[in-house]
């Protein structure tokens, strides 16, 4: 029965590992990361200070050795990592995608007027004064 429940809790920690990391990207969400770090850093002088800590803790949850317990802890958190960074990169590789975007729309040549005036395309367009040969002679009629 405790090989069950052990099973669940391991289930459960891996699946609330993957909802925390997939749902937010926040200061809350660092926030659980450091201090999650941070006691993984406590636990890990710990048990290197008492090394037989791991086998009383897997004995508890009803696990026979503590290093199956360590395995247990190490794919959990190798699972995290891989989730984390997948996210990480998919989030810099659009932005990336939308700065090369930003960087060829601001770089690229004005477009041609694609529609040339009816002055210049019917040989009217040459005057001796500047902009008359822009000037639409239908706008003239209103002045």
């Known amino acids: ?16 590992i993957l909802y925390r990391v997939v749902s937010g990207s926040g200061a809350r969400t660092q926030a659980v990361r450091r201090l999650s ?17 791991w086998t009383s803790l897997a004995h508890l949850v009803g696990i026979g050795r503590g290093t199956d ?3 247990y802890g190490l794919v959990i958190a190798f699972f995290s990592f ?3 960074s ?7 590789e659009i932005r990336y995608t939308k700065l090369a975007r930003r960087i060829a729309i601001d770089e690229a040549p ?3 007027d694609p529609l040339p005036s009816p002055t210049r395309a019917a040989g009217q367009g040459e ?9 639409r002679p ?5 002045v």
Do not use: C, N
């Open 82 to 84: 891989v989730v984390t």
């Open 110 to 112: 004005p477009a041609a």
């Open 127 to 135: 005057s001796a004064e500047p902009g008359q040969a822009d000037r």
């Open 37 to 53: 770090l941070l006691v993984f850093g406590a636990f890990a002088v710990w048990s290197i200070l008492s090394p037989s800590v």
């Open 86 to 92: 997948f996210r990480r990169f998919r989030e810099a």
């Open 1 to 16: 029965m405790k090989a069950l429940s052990i099973q669940l809790v391991l289930v459960l920690v891996t699946l609330g």
């Open 138 to 142: 239908e706008l003239d009629a209103d």
């Open 69 to 71: 317990l360590i395995l």
